[in-house]
């Protein structure tokens, strides 16, 4: 097979459109992993008893062991459980996503449409799609703008990037209003590109050595994938720990 024969795409592909809106092979993927880490805590809240068996004790050890490095690094218990939460989800979704990538039946089952000349895959792993990657950036982005705007208050969170205290106050701030907005761009293309360039990786190798050589790059994705699911989860819980840090204390 020669290289002009591997057709990779970069922007996700239509599938079937709802009206006027198209629903892409990406969209479709994060349905699917929202599907099942739903049913996963309705199986869990359902079977959680007060007496745990062992497979009970080790999730709520890693639970707690989570909740505590939290409340560590927030310096609040409190506020450790009210983003615990989103903290979670945040992982989970990611990391579900990436797991699930390389499950037989994604992005091997294909569909032919009308003019296009390749197969499109009916499943695509969504984080390969910048559309995805720039949403959860910008969750987590309102996220640590209003938990500062809401724990610190308006005027003295605001006061991190306008300060006319002083030429140089005023510079700094400047600089910090510049590196909140490119946290949105981090946030968005470290998780894109990690990911998308693992899912060229594994496709350039699978079309020339088909067999055995992909297996150790996906095992190697796989931890990737769980890596970058944690540094998008912990990022998030440091921010947010900058954020509602008052400006004397950084």
């Known amino acids: 097979m020669s290289m002009k024969e591997i057709e990779i795409s970069?922007?996700?592909?239509?599938i079937f459109h709802i009206g006027s809106f198209p629903v892409t092979n990406t969209l479709l993927m994060s349905w699917i992993v929202m599907a099942i880490l739903i049913v996963f805590a309705l199986v869990v809240n359902r079977r959680l008893k007060l007496h745990p068996g062992k497979i009970q004790n080790a999730f709520e050890m890693v639970v707690e062991y989570i909740w505590d490095f939290m409340a560590e690094m927030l310096e609040s218990k409190k506020l450790?459980?009210?983003f615990f939460p989103l903290i979670a989800t945040l992982f989970l979704f990611i990391w579900v996503a990436n797991m699930i990538e390389f499950t037989p039946g994604i992005g091997s089952v294909v569909i032919h449409e009308e003019g296009h000349s390749a197969?499109?895959?009916?499943?695509?792993?969504?984080?390969t799609d910048l559309n995805v990657t720039v949403a959860l950036?910008?969750?987590?982005?309102?996220?640590?703008?209003?938990?500062?705007?809401?724990?610190?208050?308006?005027?003295k969170y605001g006061s991190k990037f306008i300060n006319?205290?002083?030429?140089?106050?005023?510079?700094?701030?400047?600089?910090?209003?510049?590196?909140?907005?490119?946290r949105l761009l981090s946030f968005s293309f470290r998780l894109f590109g990690n990911i998308f360039a693992g899912e060229v990786l594994i496709v350039v190798i699978a079309a020339f050595v088909p067999f055995f050589?992909?297996?150790?790059?996906?095992?190697?994705?796989?931890?990737?994938?769980?890596?970058?699911?944690?540094?998008?989860?912990?990022?998030?819980?440091?921010?947010?720990?900058?954020?509602?840090t008052p400006v004397e204390h950084h």
């Open 137 to 155: 950036a910008i969750v987590a982005f309102l996220v640590i703008e209003v938990s500062g705007f809401l724990l610190l208050g308006f005027f």
């Open 119 to 127: 197969a499109i895959p009916l499943l695509r792993s969504m984080n």
């Open 10 to 14: 970069i922007a996700a592909e239509p």
């Open 164 to 182: 006319f205290g002083s030429p140089m106050k005023f510079f700094i701030g400047l600089i910090e209003m510049v590196s909140e907005l490119g």
């Open 213 to 244: 050589l992909p297996i150790p790059f996906m095992a190697f994705e796989l931890f990737v994938g769980t890596i970058q699911a944690a540094i998008f989860a912990l990022l998030t819980l440091s921010f947010i720990k900058i954020a509602i």
């Open 80 to 82: 450790a459980k009210r």
